[in-house]
């Protein structure tokens, strides 16, 4: 595992960063940056219409399902990936520069996705993390989560994060609250079911 690496990481890009254990002792790889292979999966398990929970509280099949990782890695994100030892997708977090409070792709109306490009960047940075099945419930998560913003913070000393969530995704929320976050009275959207949480 090398760390002889800058970000952004040019696209395609992936370098292995540490391991980690499940609960019944499994063990998981952490990378930073997503090979061709790891956008293949990701691409495919964004398409998975059976996978109920991926699709109601996420974007991902609007940001990946189709050709456009390269316009969505171009926005300077960070990706995460833990996988097994086969080097199946379990898990995925990612970061990356965006005003606190803009909300994700699903909610947008098409004005603002044709500006998503052009946003003013701060210090404000985006935390997104989704789990793929059989891999929840397998107690993984928070550490994948935790060990993936201590990386992305060492890299970006002056990141200050927040992490925008649907309401109805209450494990979400949970995980959020884990990890230090707390809801922004300031950035909630009761209509969209959507809010801010911020690290505290």
Known sequence: MSDNFTLPLPLYEKHGLGTLQSKNGDDFIVSIGLDRDLVSQLKERSRDMSDVDLQKNTSDLKRFGGDSYEDWYAKERTPYA???????????????PKPLGRKSLRFLSEEELAKESQQEKNEWHTIVYRSYAPFRGIGIMTPFVRFSMD??????????????????????????????????????????????????
């Open 82 to 96: 833990l996988t097994d030892k086969n080097g199946t997708l379990a898990a995925l977090a990612w970061f990356g």
């Open 151 to 200: 990386d992305y913070k060492k890299r970006y000393p002056g990141a200050k994060l927040w992490a925008g969530i649907s309401t109805d995704n209450p494990s979400s929320m949970a995980l959020a609250a884990k990890l230090g976050f707390k809801q922004d009275p300031k950035y909630v959207d009761a209509d969209a079911h959507w809010c801010a949480m911020v690290e505290v």
